[in-house]
């Protein structure tokens, strides 16, 4: 079956823009996170769904970073007035209950 | 909180030799344990994970990993490395099942002819 899709693959925007990257789940996978990996701070989480609870946004790292998931299915990860340290690859994960993380294959930012 | 630490950054094995990748972890529960693998430009991919039941874990691709508690480790190893092995490994730990995985920093492994 379909695995957890990611767009875009590659971004590039100016310093200042917004960006949206977006994720697709597994289908029935109730549990979604994003991660950002970046040469600097290696893997880190961000934030966490799961179903219809209130997100874990512990990981942001600043309040110009936010997403949302509708529908219990796709998320969304915006970042506002993006900065040079925001450059990274982003991941997207999910999984079911109990189950296994399954990644995306993550969306390069670059930030100019 | 948990936390896991990959010494070193780099290790290179000649082919058919003893693969070992070090992770210890540090978790105030009882830990849920991954290690993932990494190719380049691809997403990660799990190789095995310890959820509390046996401690010596097989994964994919010939892959094992003990967990020791009395040294807090959960160390990766392959009796013979093969040049498709080459790739990024990282170690995880979470507090529970359906959780945030914290991951070590990752040790990049060559498989020399």
């Known amino acids: 079956g379909a695995g957890v899709s990611q767009s875009p693959s590659n971004k590039v925007t100016e310093k200042g823009k917004d960006v949206e990257l977006r994720c697709d789940p597994i289908s029935g996978h109730t549990a979604l996170y994003w991660y950002r990996q970046s040469l600097g701070q290696g893997l880190e989480f961000l934030i966490y769904?799961?179903?219809?609870?209130?997100?874990?946004k512990s990981g942001l790292p600043s309040d110009r970073f936010s997403a949302e998931r509708t529908g219990g299915s796709v998320s969304t990860l915006t970042i506002q007035r993006t900065q040079q340290e925001d450059s990274a690859v982003y991941l997207c994960?999910?999984?079911?209950?109990?189950?296994?993380?399954?990644f995306g294959p993550g969306t390069r930012l670059t930030v100019l | 909180a948990q936390s896991v630490t990959q010494l070193g950054s780099h290790v290179s094995v000649s082919e058919g030799a003893l693969v070992l990748l070090r992770c210890n972890y540090s978790s105030s529960v009882p830990p849920y344990l991954f290690w993932y693998v990494q190719y380049p430009n691809q997403g990660l991919q799990l190789l095995l994970k310890y959820t509390s039941a046996a401690t010596l874990v097989k994964g994919i691709n010939g892959f094992e990993a003990e967990f020791k508690k009395s040294e807090t480790s959960f160390h990766l190893t392959k009796p013979s490395a093969h040049m498709s092995d080459a790739a990024e490994y990282f170690c995880a730990v979470s507090g529970r099942a359906n959780s945030k995985l914290t991951f070590g920093k990752g040790i990049t492994l060559s498989v020399r002819p």
């Open positions: 994960a999910s999984s079911s209950t109990g189950g296994e993380q399954f």
């Open positions: 769904f799961q179903g219809n609870s209130a997100p874990d």
